[in-house]
């Protein structure tokens, strides 16, 4: 059978040969394609009776084709029973593609310049099988290979779709009969890609992949663009993302993707919430320029500049050396530069709160400051997350907890990981004079801060303006050391001050005057 076709419209030819007395065959076709669009300079051939086409010859123009999918089927040899059928790739639903195409049973090769046009593929590949694009140019030939397979060669693809555009060439060998292990073929592809929004790479992740690797990757990724982008896929895809479980054992191929961040964020236990069961467990990473790689199932964000939780962080790389193994840890390393209270803020916003029995809780302080801080975070176990971080002060006025005064120009560092807090060098103005201050969390999980310091009569003069107290203190001279015990349980706090006073003058009745020189042995608690 043989058709010449100058310009046709499909649609319209469709639904009038659908009312005429036509074979079986013939009218199963027509519904099966169920075509829409027109052929231009079209020229057809074909040897058999629908579906068991013997040989087929297809060359010409389409403008605006739509079809239905159609499975692939392979080749088969003629029998005493049944004819011999001809090869047939598969094909996916589509819709408004324009294009030329020059085929047969051998093989074929076929352009595409097509704006405004759908995929419809089949459910198992991706979250969502119907795929747009705006526009989608394409240069490709395919060949029939033995063994029932079918060689795609790819010379230029190139799309748009809603500010993502890629470019991609390469080879796919696809097996006509779905084998057990390897339905999906081999590829061999590299391109480019920009503009891809990073909270939407779930719809680009192909449903064969470890459903928890999709998942991950589809809600960690909340925000990002990514520019100037690559990607490189060797191998057979039945072993994608080419996991390696051994030390040493060679990888089954090669799949590299990555490129430029541009306001990227990430959200790193985004199944798991804070106590108000909307905000996240921890403060997101967000606003970050940098850069993400992933090399078969490594993952790594580095991260030039971002913030979380208001303050600017600075080379922060997040990495997941293997996103398929049986335990996968993201590891966060990063360091944060702002104000002290919204730094302090951080160990009040995050587990970190839990760790260090909410010590932090009524911290207050001014002046700016920085964290460095290190995440060992179990994707599936995110209770045994590991921290270590360090609060470092710079001369700034700090208010520790609400029955401690406030401390001035104070510096030091507070350390902190999942067992506690550390302060480390500790020293400020307090009361007038000197003070060092140092102790953590014990072994029974409590807290006990050990303080040495020099108080003045200035000093407090200073700190307590109210009249009362200044008409108290006038009768107070010199200065004195003293020692401070606060211990804390259940965010409660003990304190208790210890002094003998030498050195203060007290001007007061007896027996509460005394010289400088003279000790009165003091304890407050």
């Not at 459903?211 to 895809?237: E, M, Q, V, Y």
């Amino acid at each position: 059978t043989e058709v010449q076709i100058k310009l046709l419209d499909l649609q319209t030819l469709a639904n009038f040969v659908g009312r005429l007395p036509l074979p079986a065959d013939q009218l199963r076709l027509l519904e099966d394609f169920a075509p829409r669009g027109q052929l231009k300079d079209f020229s057809a051939q074909w040897q058999g009776t629908y579906p068991e086409i013997v040989s087929y010859k297809l060359k010409g123009d389409f403008l605006k084709l739509s079809m239905n999918a159609q499975a692939a089927r392979s080749a088969r040899a003629a029998t005493a029973k049944v004819p011999a059928r001809a090869a047939v790739p598969a094909i996916p639903g589509f819709e408004n593609l324009s294009g030329r195409i020059d085929a047969n049973n051998q093989g074929g090769s076929f352009v595409l310049a097509s704006d405004q046009i759908k995929f419809a593929l089949p459910p198992a590949t991706f979250a969502d099988p119907e795929i747009a694009f705006d526009t989608l140019n394409m240069d490709a030939q395919w060949a029939f290979q033995k063994n029932d397979q079918l060689l795609l060669t790819v010379k230029n693809l190139n799309f748009a779709k809603q500010g993502l555009t890629a470019s991609l060439s390469g080879t796919h060998l696809l097996p006509l009969n779905k084998q057990a292990g390897h339905g999906l073929g081999t590829i061999d592809v590299t391109g480019s890609v920009s503009g891809l929004e990073l909270n939407q790479i779930g719809n680009y992740l192909p449903m064969a992949m470890n459903a928890d690797f999709r998942n991950w990757l589809s809600h960690a990724l909340i925000a990002g663009t990514l520019r100037d982008g690559s990607i490189k896929l060797k191998g057979d895809l039945a072993h994608f993302p080419f996991h390696t479980s051994k030390s040493g054992e060679k990888p089954k191929g090669e799949f590299t993707f990555g490129g430029k961040i541009d306001d990227g964020g990430l959200n790193y236990a985004p199944d798991l919430f804070a106590k108000d069961g909307k905000s996240p467990m921890w403060p997101l990473l967000e606003k970050v320029k940098g850069t993400i790689q992933f090399d078969r199932t490594r993952m790594e964000i580095k991260g030039e500049s971002g913030k979380t939780n208001g303050v600017d962080v600075s080379n922060v790389k997040a990495v997941i050396p293997d996103l398929l193994a049986d335990d996968p840890m993201l590891e966060i390393d990063g360091n944060a530069a702002g104000t002290m209270q919204n730094l302090v803020k951080y160990t009040v916003d995050s587990p970190v709160a839990t760790w260090i029995d909410h010590f932090t809780d009524e911290t207050k302080a001014t002046g700016n400051g920085t964290l460095g801080l290190k995440l060992q975070l179990p994707l599936n176990r995110l209770i045994d997350a590991k921290v270590q971080g360090v609060l470092k002060f710079a001369n700034n006025n700090v208010t520790l907890q609400n029955v401690i005064p406030m401390m001035s120009g104070t510096t030091g560092q507070l350390e902190f990981n999942e067992k506690g807090l550390t302060l480390n060098g500790i020293k400020s103005t307090f009361l007038g004079g000197p003070l060092t201050v140092g102790g953590g969390t014990q072994k029974d999980g409590n807290i006990l801060i050990k303080a040495d310091g020099t108080m003045t009569a200035a000093g407090l003069r200073k700190n307590y303006p109210s009249p009362a107290m200044q008409k108290l203190i006038d009768k107070i001279t010199g200065s004195t050391r003293f020692g401070a015990t606060i211990a804390v349980k259940s965010k409660h706090a003990d304190v208790v001050v210890e002094s003998n006073l030498r050195g203060l003058g007290l001007d007061f009745p007896a027996p509460l005057n005394k010289a400088a020189k003279d000790a009165m042995p003091l304890k407050f608690e």
